[in-house]
């Protein structure tokens, strides 16, 4: 029940190099874990089987099977899933039925994070197998709205929303919470005219900005959650507001490059973090910075300024 961590890399990818040093990190950390690293190049027989197209890319396995898997240099993520897994290594005999009734709720959460949702291979602008990249062709062809969930990017999730669904492949495409179906069922709903009737059309990238700004009275724009800043600058940000005690929402923009781009424009304001109190920009992590040591943070996120 042990659990092994694979790092597929390469000699020539920073990225890698930096991975290799949070690995050894986490190998001090979790005795119990056996860390391996693979070049991936130096055995493409391997990295064929497991569909290895990038690096660094971690797999993780238990009983020789594999349980889980990670695309890219994310450390935080990294240290997310090893920390998870090596629990559930040594945990004890009810686990099982937790975990799976913990999997089901964060099924449940992900089909409805969006009111129109896409289960895929790959990306939207980057899809990694043909019945996908039809799929994306045929919903932005008809103006659809839809987010999009890589299931390469999370083996738990590929394997138990197949169960959650009862559908067996992918891409699946979920509308209002509810599964639609797959590339064949959506093809006969645009051959019918259905199409239109059942997703919601797409809003104008300028209205969608306005939404999202006034979502709540205050909105942050960061690379990553409240939970996990994926950035230097968004951890320090938000560390600064929860010391306020103030209550915020964010929105991560990497996982929407409509909005990551879109949001430089609409405000003109380069970079990100991002922080909106009351549909208005206040400025990045420097401007957030001088507004704390003046005193004038509090009033102006609650409104007051």
């Not at 509810?178 to 051959?191: F, N, Q, R, S, T």
């Not at 230097?232 to 929860?242: A, K, L, M, P, T």
């Not at 405000?267 to 109190?277: A, I």
Request: net charge neutral; aromatic share 8%; proline share 5%.
């Amino acid at each position: 029940r042990s659990l092994v961590v694979v790092h597929f890399w390469a000699p020539w990818a920073p990225q890698c190099a930096q991975m290799n040093e949070v690995m050894a990190a986490l190998a001090k950390e979790h005795m119990q874990v056996t860390f391996v690293k693979l070049e991936a190049e130096a055995v493409p027989e391997v990295s064929e089987k497991y569909g290895i197209s990038s690096v660094p890319t971690f797999l993780f396995f238990k009983n020789s099977q594999q349980v889980d898997r990670l695309d890219g240099a994310h450390a935080p993520e990294l240290s997310k899933k090893v920390q998870r897994h090596a629990a559930s290594s040594s945990a004890p005999a009810g686990f099982k039925d937790s975990a799976k009734e913990d999997l089901n709720v964060r099924l449940k959460k992900l089909i409805n994070a969006a009111p129109c949702m896409l289960f895929m291979k790959g990306s939207p602008k980057e899809p990694r197998c043909g019945f996908s990249k039809q799929m994306v062709e045929i919903l932005n062809k008809h103006g659809v709205s839809f987010s999009s969930f890589d299931i390469f990017s999370d083996e738990e999730v590929r394997q138990g929303l197949k169960t959650y669904s009862n559908w067996p492949t992918y891409p699946q495409l979920y509308v209002a919470g509810e599964l639609i179906g797959g590339l064949d069922i959506v093809k006969e709903l645009e051959a019918s005219g259905e199409l239109a009737a059942v997703c919601p059309k797409a809003q104008k990238l300028e209205d969608r900005l306005k939404n999202l700004i006034n979502k709540a009275p205050v909105m942050l724009f960061m690379k990553g959650s409240k939970q996990m800043a994926r950035c230097g600058f968004s951890r320090q940000i938000i560390e600064i507001i929860n010391s306020t005690g103030v209550d915020y929402e964010t929105f991560d923009i990497l996982e929407d490059e409509e909005v990551r781009q879109g949001l430089k424009t609409y405000s003109n304001w380069p970079t990100y973090p991002q922080l909106y109190v009351k549909g208005e920009l206040v400025g990045g992590l420097d401007i957030v910075k001088e507004l704390k040591e003046s005193g004038e943070l509090l009033p102006i996120l609650k409104g007051e300024n």
